[in-house]
Each structure stands twice: as C-alpha cells, then as structure tokens.
C-alpha cells in the first residue's frame, strides 16, 4: 500500500502542523491503546475517502483523541498512512505465508480484501491516484510482488501451475478477482443478491474463485 496524491488537510495556507508532547491527562493513556485507536480510525477513513480526501481532523474524531496526537505518533497524515502500510505488509506475510497452496492463498486474499483496515477499498483508492513515481514504501511492496511471482515460478517448477502461463500475469489476475467484492460492491449485490461483505457471501466466493483459478493454473 502506497500514498498517492497531494498530501493537503484542512491546515491553513502556509502554515505547517508542529509536534505537540501529549498534555498531563494524555500521558496517562496507555500509548499503545491510543495509536491502535488511531490506526483503526484511519483505516476507516482512508478507505471511505482515499488518501487525498481523508482528513486528519476526522481521524481524530473517529479515535477519540487530539488532533495533534497524530502529528506526534505519526508525524502527520503521511506517516500514518505509511505506518498502516508497513502493518499490512506484516499481516499480509503472516496471514500467507510461502508455503500456503495456492487455492487457499486465494481464499486469504478474499477474506482478507473485505476486511476495512487492510482490503480492496484501500488498494483500489491507491491505484486510481497512481502517478507513476515510486517512492520507497512503494519499492517495498514491488519486492513483496516479485517474491510472489518468484514462489510461483517455484510452484511451476515443482508441477503444481502449468507453466505455460506467466506467473506475474496470473498473480494479477488472481488479486484483481480477489478484491471484486470490496471494489465492486454493487456489481456484487446485483448478481448474488446479497451483502457482498457477510460471512457466507465471502466464503462462497472464496471458494468459487480458488476452485477457478486452481484449474486455470493447473491447465485443465
């Protein structure tokens, strides 16, 4: 996950936010407590309005903290959103790890692109203001994306995935479908005529898509 987009908030002109030690009262907080807040208050956020239209003010609101708590956690909007990047990357290694098969990585994919602090919304705002320019969080997630092609060219290897196809192909379209329910809610509602994010719509598809792209791989 990479911030695209002109870092702005509803500062004035001119004007740069400053770090502020917590007050008294704050530092009783447990500060781990509090940045968790922050953090689940910006996931929130960030995938309701993207990285551009989020504001730190409402953030804040959302955690129940001070504004300028924020700034000094954080540093600003910026390291937040970045911070919620490198706890991705984390989950995502631990969620699927290298040796899960390729139908239940699928599955993970799935289940984990509607979860609303880590899935498909945030990926979706993400790529719809990509410039092009990489910075270095997003050189992280390019060395994340080639070790997975990597570990398929490796299943390929072994006869697992038909080696016909290109492994950087597949994974993107696996991903994609991955994230249909989060990024296309409505197409979703339309043709199961359910919630897109209940429990048992997202396991069904899950099981759908692996079932597909399983026999995609394998060539049958």
């Known amino acids: 996950m990479t911030r695209r987009g002109r870092a702005e908030d509803e500062e004035p002109q001119g004007r740069r936010s400053t770090r502020r030690a917590p007050g008294p009262n704050e530092r009783q907080r447990d500060p781990e407590r509090t940045k968790a807040r922050i953090l689940e208050a910006a996931a929130q956020e960030f995938s309701a309005k993207g990285f551009a239209g989020a504001r730190v003010s409402e953030i804040a609101a959302r955690a129940g903290v001070n504004q300028q708590l924020i700034a000094y956690y954080f540093d ?54 990509d410039t092009g320019e990489d910075d270095e969080e997003a050189r992280e997630r390019n060395s994340r994306l080639q070790h997975e092609v990597e570990q398929l060219r490796e299943r390929q290897r072994a006869g697992e995935i038909d080696d016909r196809f290109d492994p950087a192909a597949l994974l993107l379209v696996a991903m994609s479908a991955a994230n249909a329910l989060a990024v296309y809610p409505q197409l979703a509602r339309g043709l199961f005529e359910s919630d897109p994010s209940s429990p048992e719509l997202v396991e069904h598809y899950a099981d759908q898509l692996a079932e597909l792209i399983s026999r995609l791989a394998a060539g049958t």
């Open 76 to 129: 600003g909007k910026e390291g937040l959103y970045r911070e919620m990047g490198r706890r991705w990357r984390a989950y995502e290694a631990q969620a699927i790890p290298d040796e899960t098969d390729f139908p239940e990585m699928i599955k993970r994919y799935v289940r984990l692109s509607v979860e609303p602090q880590l899935g498909g919304r945030l990926l979706a705002w993400e790529g719809l203001a």
